[in-house]
């Protein structure tokens, strides 16, 4: 059985809220592992061509991560470009930093997607990659991605629609609680069926979307799903109605069908690309 779109999961209630993750310096870590996996670095890959850098270029990098990202983007544009980058994490900034020490065209700060420290149109290209979706004002985050861009700079935005997943298991009900209980690690846990209207309601004219799959066929521990199955184990027990012994089985079952050659998982992320009107 699966987990997929229309299971009526929903966004999390009113007045609930979202519970973010709190990336210390061993999480930040688990998500570095996570983001060097085949399928993450295959995503990097796609955002880049879709970019579309030349060197000089100036780019903004909203939740820089781990600095994986800024550090391709700093390789693009080169010593005559721009690459800066914001990250609410001082774990993530710091690991940014070390990463691109030797790139002195690069700079980090500790700041929020709705109050970026920035010049008014002092960059070329805004990207944002898995954010939005942890963002409670998502409008006012666009709002400041639109501030900061140049007349014709381009928005790149790539986030989850967590009803697309497709997760194969045993117990679909438990599949639906513990998924349930992971997405109130988000703020909006769907953003992607709605970017397009926030995005145009800001004054972006939207230039093309694609999806991005997440696709693990087969269970192996160095893939995404491997290193998302971590993470949700980790934080949904005592979230949703999730004891620790149902998030414990629920693990299991997803690795014993890895050993059994029985796997499978899809994730889509969206990419959407703008542009701020000359």
């Not at 579309?52 to 700093?74: C, F, K, M, Q, Y």
């Not at 309601?201 to 693990?216: K, L, S, T, V, Y």
């Not at 012994?245 to 959407?272: I, M, P, T, V």
């Amino acid at each position: 059985m699966a987990a997929s779109g229309g299971s009526g999961r929903g966004a999390v209630g009113p007045g609930a809220g979202p519970a973010p993750i709190e990336f210390d310096e061993e999480l930040a870590r688990h998500l570095e592992r996570m983001y060097l996996t085949p399928d993450v670095v295959a995503q990097r890959a796609r955002v880049l061509q879709a970019m579309e850098l030349r060197s000089g270029d100036r780019v903004l990098d909203i939740g820089v991560g781990p600095g994986l990202l800024a550090h391709d983007l700093a390789c693009c544009v080169g010593p005559d470009g721009r690459v800066a980058g914001v990250d609410t994490s001082p774990a993530m900034l710091a690991m940014t930093r070390d990463r691109c020490a030797e790139q002195d065209w690069t700079d980090f700060q500790l700041a929020d997607a709705t109050e970026l420290p920035f010049e008014d149109e002092g960059f070329d290209a805004v990207v944002s990659t898995q954010v939005y979706e942890y963002v409670g004002d998502v409008d006012a985050a666009l709002a400041e991605a639109w501030r900061v861009l140049r007349p014709a700079g381009r928005l790149f935005v790539l986030d989850t629609d967590w009803d697309s997943i497709v997760w194969r298991n045993r117990d679909r009900a438990r599949m639906e609680r513990v998924l349930r209980a992971w997405d109130e690690h988000l703020a909006h846990p769907h953003l992607p069926a709605v970017l397009g209207g926030r995005l145009r309601e800001a004054g972006f004219q939207i230039e093309r979307r694609e999806i991005i799959p997440m696709f693990n066929p087969e269970f192996h521990p160095h893939s995404y799903s491997a290193g998302i199955l971590g993470a949700i184990h980790a934080f949904v027990p005592g979230r949703g109605g999730v004891t620790q012994e149902e998030a414990d089985a629920w693990a299991l079952d997803l690795r014993e069908l890895g050993e059994a050659g029985d796997y499978f998982f899809s994730l889509n992320r969206y990419l959407f690309v703008a542009v701020r009107p000359a």
